[in-house]
């Protein structure tokens, strides 16, 4: 074979490598969260590339790897596939054939097999923490400039605490705590964090001071949502009264971890107060006994109903509104 031949042969396979390394990065959604990949990947492209060459190479059938598309071992996961492990964590199924009763005073009630204790669970300081970070994802996946977090203390505590070490917070006072005193009108600010607010307000007069609305989750969400109502409705008393800044503005998104059931009724009730609410996942019997076997390691977080749907965008099953896919329409 002749040297021109063999370099023709040469460039043409260099010409070729560089067009599959731009038509895997071009066609597959970047994310830079993992560190280690499958040796063909690492050799063929930059680090910022490598997610997409990995997922590209998965759509073409490539086995899974260990250190292919898993992630490094103890390396903690602070989105959805991290939403469906910290829930899956804390969830408990009913020893004997009897459901557990949720539900309120309203009359809004549901029975099921299963409990998700994500508010206990938060209260080890590693685990708050992880869903302290599981919820800014959530967060900014819509939201990025907003200065002030808004819960209640029937809520999720060591989340809101966790969330006020980088935030302004604001919780209702509870109904026996005292008001402070030195003012006039401090009977009717009955929140508390609201006069920090309004002097932080008061310093950036020139821009808009914007909060949302957070717990871990919701069933019903009816005493999460009036608790909002009144916080917006105060809002607006004190600022139609000269007694806060105009520059505060209402909350309009709410972020919670997963709601306990499926349907549209809380989004329509939220909706109609001028809310949106977002969450990783709406969750049924049938998802929660998944997420059951999945802490008892009987299946993988890949078999969670949402993940192909989330991540890969095949599974037309999942309702847009109540997935987190929503979040990127």
Same mark, same amino acid.
């Given at each position: 074979?002749?040297?021109?031949?063999?370099?023709?042969?040469?460039?043409?396979?260099?010409?070729?490598?560089?067009?599959?390394?731009?038509?895997?990065?071009?066609?597959?959604?970047?994310?830079?969260?993992?560190?280690?990949?499958?040796?063909?990947?690492?050799?063929?492209?930059?680090?910022?590339?490598?997610?997409?060459?990995?997922?590209?190479?998965?759509?073409?059938?490539?086995?899974?790897?260990?250190?292919?598309?898993?992630?490094?071992?103890?390396?903690?996961?602070?989105?959805?596939?991290?939403?469906?492990?910290?829930?899956?964590?804390?969830?408990?199924?009913?020893?004997?054939?009897?459901?557990?009763?949720?539900?309120?005073?309203?009359?809004?009630?549901?029975?099921?097999?299963?409990?998700?204790?994500?508010?206990?669970?938060?209260?080890?300081?590693?685990?708050?923490?992880?869903?302290?970070?599981?919820?800014?994802?959530?967060?900014?996946?819509?939201?990025?400039?907003?200065?002030?977090?808004?819960?209640?203390?029937?809520?999720?505590?060591?989340?809101?605490?966790?969330?006020?070490?980088?935030?302004?917070?604001?919780?209702?006072?509870?109904?026996?705590?005292?008001?402070?005193?030195?003012?006039?009108?401090?009977?009717?600010?009955?929140?508390?964090?609201?006069?920090?607010?309004? %002097?932080?307000?008061?310093?950036?007069?020139? &821009?808009? +001071?914007?909060? =949302?609305? #957070?717990?871990?989750?919701? !069933?019903? /969400?009816?005493?999460?949502?009036?608790?909002?109502?009144?916080?917006?409705?105060?809002?607006?008393?004190?600022?139609? %009264?000269?007694?806060?800044?105009?520059?505060? &503005?209402? +909350?309009?998104? =709410?972020? #919670?971890?997963?709601?306990? !059931?499926? /349907?549209?009724?809380?989004?329509?009730?939220?909706?109609?107060?001028?809310?949106?609410?977002?969450?990783?996942?709406?969750?049924?019997?049938?998802?929660?006994?998944?997420?059951?076997?999945?802490?008892?390691?009987?299946?993988?977080?890949?078999?969670?109903?949402?993940?192909?749907?989330?991540?890969?965008?095949?599974?037309?099953?999942?309702?847009?509104?109540?997935?987190?896919?929503?979040?990127?329409?």
């Amino acid at each position: 074979m002749e040297v021109g031949t063999i370099l023709n042969i040469i460039l043409a396979a260099a010409l070729f490598l560089v067009a599959f390394r731009d038509i895997v990065v071009n066609a597959i959604e970047k994310d830079f969260s993992q560190k280690k990949y499958h040796p063909i990947v690492r050799m063929l492209f930059s680090s910022k590339e490598q997610v997409a060459a990995k997922k590209f190479m998965w759509m073409l059938g490539f086995p899974e790897k260990e250190d292919f598309i898993k992630q490094v071992k103890g390396e903690k996961l602070h989105n959805y596939e991290g939403a469906i492990k910290f829930i899956s964590e804390c969830i408990e199924e009913t020893k004997s054939n009897t459901k557990y009763k949720f539900g309120n005073n309203s009359g809004k009630k549901h029975t099921s097999y299963f409990y998700v204790d994500s508010m206990s669970f938060a209260q080890k300081k590693e685990n708050c923490e992880d869903l302290y970070k599981l919820m800014k994802h959530l967060i900014h996946q819509v939201d990025n400039d907003y200065h002030y977090v808004f819960s209640i203390k029937g809520g999720n505590i060591p989340l809101a605490v966790a969330f006020s070490k980088d935030y302004l917070s604001i919780m209702p006072k509870d109904k026996n705590e005292e008001i402070d005193t030195g003012s006039p009108y401090d009977s009717l600010i009955n929140y508390e964090g609201l006069k920090h607010l309004d %002097s932080y307000a008061k310093y950036y007069e020139s &821009k808009d +001071i914007k909060g =949302v609305a #957070i717990t871990c989750n919701l !069933t019903t /969400g009816s005493t999460f949502l009036n608790a909002i109502k009144q916080y917006n409705d105060k809002i607006m008393e004190l600022q139609n %009264s000269g007694l806060i800044q105009n520059n505060i &503005k209402k +909350i309009e998104n =709410v972020y #919670i971890l997963y709601k306990v !059931t499926k /349907g549209p009724e809380l989004d329509y009730e939220f909706e109609n107060a001028g809310l949106k609410c977002y969450r990783y996942f709406d969750l049924d019997e049938d998802s929660k006994s998944c997420l059951l076997l999945i802490k008892e390691k009987k299946k993988k977080i890949e078999d969670f109903p949402c993940y192909q749907c989330i991540k890969w965008g095949k599974n037309k099953s999942c309702e847009p509104k109540h997935c987190y896919k929503s979040l990127k329409i």
